[in-house]
């Protein structure tokens, strides 16, 4: 079955650490991937995503994903984090034949100056 | 990023009663979308509609849930006798293709009683 999973549930960090949040994906075919924030309060925003081409995807805010193939994995990374990146993580993904989205639980990060 | 409004933000229902979420996307987007999140759990896909049909749905839409976009604009879901499990937020989403990136709306909490 397709599946979406996130392994850090919660992430504590002080400004300017660096950061990577895990997403492991298991589906047959191609993958559409991506990587939605959602701050407090606020909608879920696309951070960035991974149709095909170049695996290393850069998205808004500093953030990037490298999609690899062979691990299943598709990680989010910031070299270095902001008290303003305190939000909570949301990977997904699609197969290529269905719009349908599957999110992983979800990684909230707290951010500490 | 172009907007999706919710309305309710947030609705408190009795069990049994029915239900009517709402949708308006701010766009000429035709592709939408109802996900829904239960407190501490995953974001779960519901139903995803097109061209005034159900293109796709999960197990959890059921014959109690309903979609529609009456007038062209607004997309709405309806619970037609809702149930305490119903309780969950409920996040609209649109996108131009099926392929295309979704955008999310704020959502609507409900809270069944």
């Known amino acids: 079955a397709q599946s979406v999973s996130q392994h850090n549930h919660h992430v504590i960090l002080s400004e300017a650490a660096s950061l990577e949040l895990g997403c492991n994906y298991s589906?047959?075919?191609?993958?559409?991937l991506f990587w939605y924030v959602q701050y407090p309060g606020q909608h879920l925003q696309l951070l960035l995503k991974?149709?095909?081409?170049?695996?290393l995807v850069k998205g808004i805010k500093g953030f990037e994903a490298e999609f690899i193939k062979s691990k299943f994995s598709f990680n989010l990374r910031k070299p270095s984090v902001q008290w303003s990146d305190t939000a909570e993580y949301f990977c997904?993904?699609?197969?290529?034949?269905?719009?349908?989205?599957?999110f992983g639980t979800g990684t909230r990060l707290q951010v500490f100056p | 990023e172009p907007e999706v409004t919710q309305t309710p933000s947030h609705q408190v229902t009795q069990m049994g009663q029915e239900v009517i979420l709402r949708c308006v996307p701010i766009?000429?987007?035709?592709?939408f979308y109802w996900y829904r999140q239960i407190l501490g759990q995953k974001v779960e896909f519901l139903v995803s509609?097109?061209?005034?049909?159900?293109?796709?749905k999960s197990e959890i839409f059921d014959d109690q849930f309903s979609v529609e976009r009456p007038d062209g604009s607004n997309f709405t879901l309806k619970i037609r006798s809702t149930k305490l499990e119903d309780s969950a937020m409920y996040f609209c989403?649109?996108?131009?293709?099926?392929?295309?990136?979704?955008?999310f709306g704020p959502g609507t909490r409900l809270t069944v009683l």
């Open positions: 509609f097109y061209n005034n049909e159900i293109s796709e």
């Open positions: 991974y149709f095909s081409g170049d695996p």
């Open positions: 989403a649109r996108a131009g293709t099926s392929t295309d990136t979704q955008y």
């Open positions: 766009s000429n987007h035709l592709y």
């Open positions: 997904a993904g699609a197969n290529y034949n269905t719009d349908k989205l599957i």
């Open positions: 589906y047959g075919g191609t993958v559409n």
